[in-house]
């Protein structure tokens, strides 16, 4: 078994070759429809297994196509990592699409959504507390 060190080296290393060959190495058309870029690589203990995220911008149907396209190249990305890093065995590749880019948006226009909505109600109640204090002032 592998130690966490050696894992997450492996794991930053699977990910940059990753990066490059799909800028460069990956021939299919349906990976080119939506920009791809590899979000996390997830190796196992012992080191037989990486899962690999991957954050894909496009629409619906681009993304569809863009991770058929990347199942159907596991092959071809599994070999080429074999010639490119150094292992006794070359992992097992799996590749899953990220979305929490997506949710992490979709939380942030969410609490932008609350603060302007709330200015109005936290104005009005800091208005009663401002003169619920200046009264207490005045009354001692």
Known sequence: ??????????????????SQMLLHGI???RVGTGMVSVTDVDVSG??????IYVSIYGTEE????????????TGYVRSELGARVRLRRTPEV???????????????????QLKYERPSENLSAEDDNNVDEDDDEFSE
């Open 46 to 51: 012992d080191l037989q297994h990486a899962k």
């Open 94 to 112: 799996i590749f899953i699409e990220d979305r929490s880019l997506e949710r992490g948006t979709r939380v942030l226009s969410l609490l932008n």
């Open 62 to 73: 681009a993304k569809a196509e863009t991770m058929a396209g990347l199942k159907s190249a």
């Open 27 to 29: 021939k299919d058309d």
């Open 1 to 18: 078994m592998a130690t966490n060190r050696r894992v997450s080296r492996v794991a930053e290393l699977i990910k940059r070759e990753v």
